[in-house]
C-alpha cells in the first residue's frame, strides 16, 4: 500500500545520492570501525563554532526567568537581529541596507523555500548552472515552480553566456547562482556576474516582469588565494541574496538564516512583506532565538579559513599524486574531480571497496564527476592518499 505521494516518492528516488552515501558510510563504519574509513561524503563542518559564538549562549541564558524570552517574535526575526545584520551586510555589499530588507530564516533554506513561495506562480521557472546544489529542484517543485538548468563550460565550471541566454524565456522567475560553489568550488569572477546581471535586466524588459538574481551564498567567508565573491545587491536591482550562518559559524544545526533584497529594488517593501508571511505560513513560524542571540554575538567573525585552505592544498597533493583530473576550486571546501573510466557511480562503488566515501556527480546533475567534501580533519586526507591511488589505477 503507497502511503508516500508519487511526487514525494520520486522526490527521494532522484535526490538521495547524498543520503545513500551517508547511509553506506554507516555501515561500513560498523565493519571496520570508524577509523578506518575515509569519510568525504557530507558538507557538514567539522571545526567549533568561533569561541565568541559562547558568550551570545551565555547572554540568552542570563534571559531566560524572563517571559517571552523563548516566545514568538515578529515573523521576520527580532528587529536587533535584523538590525545589526543589516549593517554587517552593508560594509559586505558596499550598499546601505535596513533592517526593512533583511528577513531571518531558518538557513538559506528555509529562505530559499520562502522567496520561491512568494514569488513562483505556477508554470513559472527557476534556472540554475549545473552541476548544482541538489535540494534546488525541490525546492523549486515545493512551490509548483519548474526547475531548468543550465550547463557550465565544461573542465572549468564557469558560466557559459551563451547556453544561459538560451535558456531565459518568458517564464523564467528568477536565477540561482551559488558562489564560491558546491559542489565544484567556482567562484564567478566580476567580470561574469556583471554581465548576467546586464543579461537578466534586458530580458526582464522583454519579458515586463523582473527575473531575480539569487546569490544562495553560505560559502561567501572561504574563498582562498585572495579570490574575490563580488557582492550582487549593488549590481542588480532585483538581486536577492540567501546566506547562512552554517558554515562561517559551524552551526548547522542551529538553522540560522536570511534573505537580503536589494536596497535598489523597487516595490520591496511589498516582497518583504509576502515574505515575513510566507515564513509563518510554511510553519516555519519565525527563525530559532537560540540562533539570532548566537549570530549577533558573533557577526563578523568565522571559523579559521586558513584550517580549509590547508586541507584544500593536501587533498589536491592526494589527487594530483594519484594522477586524477580536477580543477583547483577557488572556494568552500569541496573537490569535484572527473571519474576515473567516466562513469561516476562505478566510481564512487570502487572507492567505497577501498574505504573512502565520495558523493557521484549524478547527484549534482553532472554525471562523470564525484564529489569530495574536505570539512573532515586533515588527517583522514593524507590516511585516503593510499586508497585514492589505488582506486585510481584498479
Ligand atoms: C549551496 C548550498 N546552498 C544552501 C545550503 C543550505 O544551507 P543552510 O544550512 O543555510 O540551510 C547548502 C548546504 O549545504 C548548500 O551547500
Known sequence: MALLSTCVANSMTKGSWIRRMFEAGIALKQEHGE???CDFSLGNP???PPSIVADGMRKLSDTLDRPFSLGYMPNGGYSWAREALADHLSREQGLALTAGEIILTCGAAGGLNVLFKAILDPGDEV?????YFVEYGTYVGNHNGIFRTVPTATDTFSIDLDKLEGALTGRTRALILNSPNNPTGQIYSREEVSTVAALLKEK???????????????????????AEVPPLLPL??????AGSFSKNMSMPGERIGYLALSANMPGRDALMNGLIFCNRILGYVNPPVVGQHLMRAALGCQVDAGIYKKRRDAMAEVLSAAGYNFLM???AFYFFPKAPGGDDVAFVNKLMQHLILAVPGSGFGCPGHFRLAYCVDE?????AAD????????
Open 35 to 37: 577509523n578506518a574509513v
Open 204 to 226: 526582464s524588459r522583454i519579458a515586463g516582469r523582473p527575473i531575480f538574481l539569487v546569490a544562495d551564498e553560505p560559502y561567501r567567508f572561504l574563498a582562498y588565494d585572495g
Open 387 to 394: 586508497g585514492m591511488k589505488k582506486a585510481f589505477f584498479s
Open 127 to 131: 534556472l540554475a548552472l549545473s552541476p
Open 46 to 48: 567539522d571545526l567549533p
Open 236 to 241: 542588480y536591482d532585483f538581486a536577492v541574496i
Open 329 to 331: 576550486p577557488k572556494g
Open 379 to 383: 588527517a583522514i586526507i593524507h590516511r
